[in-house]
């Protein structure tokens, strides 16, 4: 396992795969990102949420401080469901956060969050939920290192994918430098990588798809190759 900084804008291979250890087993966390990295992870994904942007808590800077620790190579992206990201810029970039993505419908400016993310040393990234007009985040996409493409209403891992988020895709891609990244994230699995793929993505979010199976490494590599 070796993971580092640029791995948003140098990519080994196409398409990155991120598993979301919002399904792991947080008793067992070291562990399971450690075999997640063993079956070929190119990151990890920690979903951060506020119990406001989102009807759910789940982990802070703390948790990344740990992995960090944990795995000081591995890139951690960071996906903010909080309503004021801009006051957790400085908190994720100390405990070792390489991506910070914010959604366009948080309180924010978008441009604002993203120089404040890379004054922060951090790759930008900018995500959209499903119910919000692709035409909201197309005036931003340069500033950005990263765009997300919601496929499930933020809050929970394990929830069916809305396939009517892919003609969002397929309308970024295009306005994309070779550098940025495409990435979906929610209900993403076997039957629903290929159309992520087909549509443009090319780095993909997967919780319940990975560590809710037996072989973490087998998944990555379906996801990957499926
Ligand atoms: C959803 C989170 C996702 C979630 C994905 O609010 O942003 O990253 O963990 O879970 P799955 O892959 O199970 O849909
Ligand atoms: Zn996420």
């Known amino acids: 396992m070796s993971q580092t900084a640029s791995l948003l804008t140098s990519p080994p291979v196409l398409p990155l795969v991120a598993p979301s250890i919002l399904s792991a087993d947080f008793a067992n966390l070291g562990a399971e990102c450690q075999e997640a990295f063993d079956g070929g992870a190119d990151f990890l994904h920690l979903d951060v949420m506020d119990g406001h942007f989102v009807p759910n808590l789940t982990m802070g800077p ?18 903010l469901m909080v309503q004021k990201p801009m006051e957790y810029i400085e908190d994720f970039a100390k405990a070792g956060g390489n991506l910070f993505t914010g959604h366009i419908e948080a309180d924010c ?3 604002e969050l993203a120089d404040a993310i890379h004054t922060a040393g951090m790759d930008a990234g900018l ?24 496929s499930v209403n933020p809050g929970f891992s394990g929830q069916a994918f809305i396939p009517e988020v892919l003609s969002k895709v397929e309308t970024i891609k295009p306005l994309l430098r070779e550098n940025q990244r495409l990435q979906m994230d929610g209900g993403v699995s076997l039957t629903t990588c290929e159309a992520c793929k087909n549509a443009g993505c090319d780095t993909l979010v997967a919780a319940s798809a ?6 973490y490494a087998s998944a990555i590599t379906g996801l990957r190759e499926g």
Do not use: G
């Open 62 to 79: 703390a948790l990344c401080q740990s992995l960090r620790n944990q795995f000081p190579d591995a890139y951690l992206d960071v996906h």
């Open 109 to 111: 400016n978008p441009k």
């Open 127 to 150: 995500a959209i939920n499903p119910p919000t007009d692709v035409e909201a985040i197309l005036p931003w996409v340069e500033s950005f290192d990263l765009i997300l493409v919601m």
């Open 210 to 215: 990975i560590f809710k199976t037996d072989d």
